[in-house]
């Protein structure tokens, strides 16, 4: 085979590749919608509805849920005083989570203060 037949041949054979297709930058947000954020919202906000629901309105009213990952609860107080009662009450906190969101593989509660 000579120069110009190779070339040829690499000119055909790149030709014959089928063209790239791109999904739309609205197909790849619904994905992530679908198969990320949707599913971690559900936790969240469940165990957000069942915070409110164990916390008197006072308690309530100074502390904020921030993040769940990795079976780690973060919560922001924004008083020393309301972080150290909520310190004390740590365990019953997460045992009542664990029984009510059981799909948001709560293991810890860590209480930060503002």
């Keep these: 085979m000579d120069e110009i037949e ?4 690499t000119l055909n054979c790149r030709r014959r590749r089928k063209p790239y297709s791109a ?24 165990v957000a509805e069942a915070w409110s629901r164990m916390l008197p309105a006072e ?13 780690l609860l973060r919560v922001r107080v924004d008083s020393p005083s309301y972080l150290y009662e909520l310190q004390l009450c740590r365990s019953e906190l997460l045992e009542e989570l664990q029984q009510q969101c059981p799909k948001a593989r709560l293991t810890a509660v860590k209480f930060v203060a503002v």
Excluded at 23 to 46: C, K, W, Y
Excluded at 59 to 71: A, P
């Design 23 to 46: 999904l739309g930058l609205g197909q790849v947000a619904q994905q992530l919608m679908d198969r990320q954020i949707s599913p971690r919202q559900a936790v969240f906000s469940d």
């Design 59 to 71: 308690l309530s009213r100074h502390c904020e849920i921030v993040d769940i990952s990795g079976g």
């Design 6 to 9: 190779r070339l040829q041949d």
